[in-house]
T-cell receptor
Framework: DVKVTQSSRYLVKRTGEKVFLECVQD?????MFWYRQDPGLGLRLIYF???????EKGDIPEGYSVSREKKERFSLILESASTNQTSMYLC?????????????FGQGTRLTVV | GNSVTQMEGPVTLSEEAFLTINCTYT??????LFWYVQYPGEGLQLLLK?????DKGSNKGFEATYRKETTSFHLEKGSVQVSDSAVYFC???????????????FGTGTQLKVEL
């Protein structure tokens, strides 16, 4: 089974801190994604990557950056955490094909910025 | 741009009732369509999918049919159980999306509560 593992289930950080959220997948997938999930807004794409060292902005990249130095690992970075970044963060990976690509999700990291 | 619209929840049903969760979409090209489910405290997992018009996806008693003429992909189940209580997300993936990645666009999610 594909496994996507996020480093923390719960995090509490202070405003202004630099925060790292780590995600690792074990199925050699090319594509990896970071979403945030908020009530009433569903999942919104922050950044994605379709290859090592490649990254593309999603719909809400402001205040975030990402790093993909190795194929299996995709990190989300909050450069200076703010309270409006309190949210559930979900990492996903998928296999690139021309047809359907099923995305596999991690269990999520609930981040609280105080 | 692409978008997915789902009915708002929560939807509360008695066990063995019939379930419909509506989903409509707007997309360029010919997207693939998905339903994901999120159980409490967990990440999302794929429930079912359909890749072209008139395809029916099915899994665990849930079904959804890709209707291109109405741009819809409604989720149905004939008899729900308490264990089906979860949040359900409709999503689309546009294979014409440039830059790779099969980016998924999600609806806002519909919470289902099934009571005894």
């Amino acid at each position: 089974d594909v496994k996507v593992t996020q480093s923390s289930r719960y995090l509490v950080k202070r405003t202004g801190e630099k925060v790292f959220l780590e995600c690792v997948q074990d199925m050699d997938h090319e594509n990896m994604f970071w979403y945030r999930q908020d009530p009433g807004l569903g999942l919104r794409l922050i950044y994605f990557s379709y290859d090592v060292k490649m990254k593309e902005k999603g719909d809400i990249p402001e205040g975030y950056s990402v790093s993909r130095e190795k194929k299996e690992r995709f990190s989300l970075i909050l450069e200076s955490a703010s309270t409006n970044q309190t949210s559930m963060y979900l990492c996903a990976s998928s296999l690139w094909t021309q047809g359907v690509a099923e995305a596999f999700f991690g269990q999520g990291t609930r981040l609280t910025v105080v | 741009g692409n978008s997915v619209t789902q009915m708002e929840g929560p939807v509360t049903l008695s066990e063995e009732a019939f379930l419909t969760i509506n989903c409509t979409y707007t997309a360029t090209g010919y997207p693939s369509l998905f339903w994901y489910v999120q159980y409490p405290g967990e990440g999302l997992q794929l429930l079912l999918k359909a890749t072209k018009a008139d395809d029916k996806g099915s899994n665990k008693g849930f079904e959804a049919t890709y209707r291109k003429e109405t741009t819809s992909f409604h989720l149905e189940k004939g008899s729900v159980q308490v264990s089906d209580s979860a949040v359900y997300f409709c999503a689309l993936s546009d294979p014409l999306f440039t830059g790779g990645g099969n980016k998924l666009t999600f609806g806002t999610g519909t919470q289902l509560k099934v009571e005894l």
